[in-house]
């Protein structure tokens, strides 16, 4: 009898168990109102995009955009700002939800083997938009949220010179590259 009674109710909490687990409900009798709870959440992970160039500022794009100076025979020997002949006016987003973020570039002079033009010759306007460009090596710069507390959705465009000193400074002839990386961080 015992036992009986044991796997009874070991049965009858089996079989209640789900009820423990199972969602708020009410019962209400004699035409009297019910009413149960039921709780939501959204979990939203954070993210930082960052678009420099060509594409779309949520996607991963492998191509990277260059900006070129060719000079001419007539600007090889003067100095004064010369204009990108391809790739001087490049746009640039900057999307995330997770409150102020670090923007900083960073690049080593342009070479051509031993030979060296400053990246400090490279100037940069910002055309249009909210994303201000950030100094060439120098200390990354906070950028604001601007849409609530936490969002951060900024765009615009960069126009590039070459500041050259072809009269007072001139450099061997050769194709000087460098590559300057943008980096958007947590703080």
């Known amino acids: 009898?015992?036992?009986?009674?044991?796997?009874?109710t070991a049965v009858?909490?089996?079989?209640a168990a789900p009820l423990l687990a199972s969602a708020e409900s009410n019962l209400a009798l004699g035409?009297?109102?019910a009413a149960a709870d039921l709780n939501f959440r959204v979990v939203i992970p954070g993210f930082i995009a960052l678009k420099i160039g060509t594409g779309a500022i949520l996607t991963n794009t492998n191509t990277t955009d260059r900006v070129e100076f060719a000079l001419s025979d007539p600007q090889v020997t003067l100095d004064g700002a010369v204009a990108p002949t391809t790739g001087g006016t490049v746009s640039v987003a900057l999307l995330s939800n997770v409150g102020t973020v670090d923007f900083a570039s960073t690049g080593?002079?342009?070479?051509?083997?031993?030979e060296t033009i400053p990246l400090s010759s490279i100037s940069v306007a910002n055309t249009t938009g909210?994303?201000?460009h950030p100094t060439f090596n120098a200390a990354a710069t906070p950028v604001p949220t601007n849409v609530g507390s936490k969002v951060i959705n900024r765009s615009g465009t960069w126009t590039f010179s070459y500041n050259h000193q072809g009269a007072t400074a001139p450099v061997g002839a050769g194709t000087y590259d460098t590559t300057v990386t943008y980096t958007a961080a947590l703080p």
């Open 130 to 132: 909210t994303l201000a």
């Open 108 to 114: 080593a002079d342009l070479t051509d083997g031993t």
């Open 12 to 15: 009858a909490l089996a079989l």
């Open 1 to 8: 009898m015992k036992k009986s009674l044991f796997i009874q």
């Open 31 to 33: 035409g009297a109102d």
